[in-house]
């Protein structure tokens, strides 16, 4: 199957700086990716939808300005967390869809971030 | 809007035994439906899908799902567990030929002993 990476797997951080976090699809070209947030033991939320070229459309409640989200080319989308704060600590994982498949996501292995 | 209910947040059972992990999902419109197994600190994994045809679909590692679109249901089986599958499973939704966004359940663990 298609192969998404996601880079750095853990960071720790102190309040107040900013974290960037890449997704990568190794194999194939995906025009959206989606950012999920997991808590522990909690299940995934959307948090935003990133589309290659345009602005990131993002899910109720989540901030744009804290968590920004790049999809510059076909193969990258990043998600910056500005201005860390604990309460930002979280799992972060990103999905990409390969071009013209019907309904199959590919997931990264997922970010722990880990703000003091 | 879809929405997607796990009833057991967790399930402990014993190596070799059967197991049924359920879920049930709401929507008003067709539906492609996911189980997606989660190690620790790692990223998701598609286990199986259902997206047309059979409503029985089977994993590679011996799970299956069975689609009952009059119950809404899409529960997850494996007649036989090991340790290793030891692991949080989440089930999915997505409207069909809409843009793969992903509804998810609030997840099992799956817990199995020696």
């Known amino acids: 199957g298609a192969v998404v990476s996601q880079h750095p797997s853990r960071v720790i951080c102190k309040s107040g700086t900013s974290v960037k976090i890449e997704c990568r699809s190794l194999d194939f070209q995906a025009t959206t990716m989606f950012w999920y947030r997991q808590f522990p033991k909690q299940s995934l939320m959307l948090m935003a939808t990133s589309n290659e070229g345009s602005k990131a459309t993002y899910e109720q409640g989540v901030e744009k300005d804290k968590f920004l989200i790049n999809h510059a080319s076909l193969t990258l989308s990043t998600l910056t967390v500005t201005s860390a704060h604990p309460e930002d600590s979280s799992f972060y994982i990103c999905?990409?869809?390969?071009?013209?498949?019907?309904?199959?996501?590919?997931f990264g292995e997922g970010s722990r971030l880990t703000v003091l | 809007a879809q929405s997607v209910t796990q009833l057991d947040s967790q399930v402990p059972v014993f190596e070799e035994a059967p197991v049924e992990l359920r879920c049930n999902y709401s929507?008003?419109?067709?539906?492609?439906l996911f189980w997606y197994v989660q190690y620790p600190n790692q990223g998701l994994q598609l286990l199986l899908k259902y997206l047309s045809g059979s409503t029985l679909v089977k994993s590679i590692n011996g799970f299956e799902a069975e689609f009952n679109k009059s119950q809404t249901s899409f529960h997850l089986r494996k007649p036989s567990v090991h340790i290793s599958d030891t692991a949080e499973y989440f089930c999915?939704?997505?409207?069909?030929?809409?843009?793969?966004?992903?509804?998810f359940g609030g997840g099992t663990r799956l817990m199995v002993k020696p």
């Open positions: 929507s008003s419109v067709s539906v492609y």
């Open positions: 999905s990409a869809r390969v071009l013209g498949n019907t309904g199959e996501l590919f």
């Open positions: 999915a939704v997505a409207k069909a030929n809409a843009g793969n966004m992903l509804t």
